[in-house]
């Protein structure tokens, strides 16, 4: 069986029609992103309001009051006409810089939005070469005087999930479940973290799908206390008794991704149950997901849900985690915008942001049971009016290989 991946205008349109909104909401005139040789760099923001690449220098202006607003090279320019989503198309020949500076001057815009940001790196697609290239496009106007970061506008953009993308991200989880299954039959004592991340890969491929993240560390299987943890790919390690096996993995299904961890015990000769230690390491994680999740309302901080998560798992006697609680899930894997998590300095002051309705994100303390191994939960949550709710089925029982 094939999944196929189909560019989906319907969903473009949607997100334009949001976008409107949210110039309104942030009183913000114009919002413009300033492209040329996307299949070089790609500006994370152009899937959500063109979903081509261009050659040429171009623009994509989206106004307050709704105006569309697309400027590209002539043979560019059909894609965007297929779309049907822009109210005008314009194009150009020799100099980009004519119907730029006109469509401006006609505009007349008290501020306009550029994508650049500091703390969101999906807001962040305009280069220093391509800003300087616009300030020498407008110069003698006032319009650089009025540039400000679009960096709001696209968290936002990114963050509020439409139902379509929810529907998307849903469907890619119910995949991951699938895939997991399979390899949860593959453990065996002997197998090699490699051969299990193979049988993952096959049916990824049999799919005709993407990892969510890079292959070669999609999916992570970390077996046993001395398997390294983190963004690195399965080793040569051996499955033996007493391992915990441990798996981070998601598929980028339709354009959108599912991120999930989970956690697996192969019993020791004349073993039953899991060793008290490794039981209490996965209850504790079980309790910092599902004290979080309670916490995740709209309006609260991300770092108000991290402080919960990470005080369940210190209270219980282990190490802080020394990463982010979660974070947003949709088109990436890291989907930008704010972070569960503390207010070190990576992180900027996207711990600082609220959560929304609408919002999807990952929920992953984790924690080390010396001699055993790590024991890493992930589950992923909508945002709702009333609280978050959980888009799979949690995994709240540790499953036992033997």
Not at 27 to 46: N, Y
Not at 172 to 189: K, N, S
Not at 192 to 215: F, K, N, P
Not at 375 to 382: P, Q, S
Request: hydrophobic share 40%; aromatic share 8%; charged share 20%.
């Amino acid at each position: 069986m094939t999944i196929q991946t189909i560019p989906n205008y319907t969903l473009i349109r949607e997100k334009l029609d949001q976008a409107a909104g949210i110039l309104e909401e942030k009183q913000i005139d114009c919002w413009l992103t300033f492209v040329r040789e996307t299949s070089a760099v790609l500006d994370p923001v152009l899937p959500f309001i063109y979903g081509h690449d261009v050659t040429w220098q171009s623009a994509f202006l989206l106004t307050r009051s709704g105006r569309r607003i697309a400027i590209l090279g002539r043979f560019d320019a059909e894609n965007v006409r297929r779309l049907g989503a822009y109210d005008a198309v314009l194009t150009y020949d020799a100099a980009f810089s004519e119907p730029l500076r006109q469509v401006l001057a006609e505009l007349d815009p008290q501020q306009i939005a550029l994508n650049y940001s500091t703390d969101n790196s999906h807001a962040d697609g305009l280069t220093h070469g391509l800003f300087l290239l616009l300030h020498e496009h407008l110069a003698g106007t006032p319009y650089p005087g009025r540039f400000v970061s679009a960096g709001p506008i696209i968290t936002a953009l990114r963050s509020r999930k439409t139902p379509a993308e929810i529907e998307r991200i849903q469907t890619a989880i119910a995949t991951t479940f699938d895939i997991y299954d399979r390899a949860f039959e593959a453990i065996a004592v002997g197998k090699q973290e490699r051969e299990i991340g193979q049988v993952m890969h096959d049916q990824v491929d049999a799919l005709g799908l993407e990892t969510s993240w890079e292959r070669a560390a999609c999916p992570a299987v970390n077996s046993g206390p001395d398997t390294p943890i983190g963004h690195a790919g399965p080793t040569e390690i051996r499955i033996e008794p007493g391992h915990i096996v441990h798996f981070d993995f998601g598929v980028k299904q339709n354009e959108y991704c599912s991120d999930i961890q989970r956690v697996t015990y192969v019993l020791r000769a004349g073993e039953t149950q899991a060793p008290a230690p490794v039981q209490r390491g996965f209850d504790a994680v079980v309790t910092a997901i599902q004290a979080a999740v309670a916490a995740m309302k709209p309006g609260v901080t991300g770092k108000e849900v991290d402080a919960v998560a990470r005080k369940v798992i210190t209270d219980a006697g282990y190490a802080e985690y020394k990463y982010a609680t979660g974070h947003h899930l949709g088109r990436a894997c890291h989907d930008g915008g704010g972070v569960l998590g503390p207010l070190w300095e990576r992180y900027g002051d996207t711990p600082n942001y609220p959560l929304e309705a609408g919002h999807v994100y990952t929920v992953e303390p984790g924690l080390f049971v010396e001699g055993y191994g790590y024991v890493g939960l992930e589950e992923d949550v909508l945002i709702t009016e009333e609280g978050a709710i959980f888009l799979g089925e949690p995994q709240t029982e540790l499953i036992l290989i033997g």
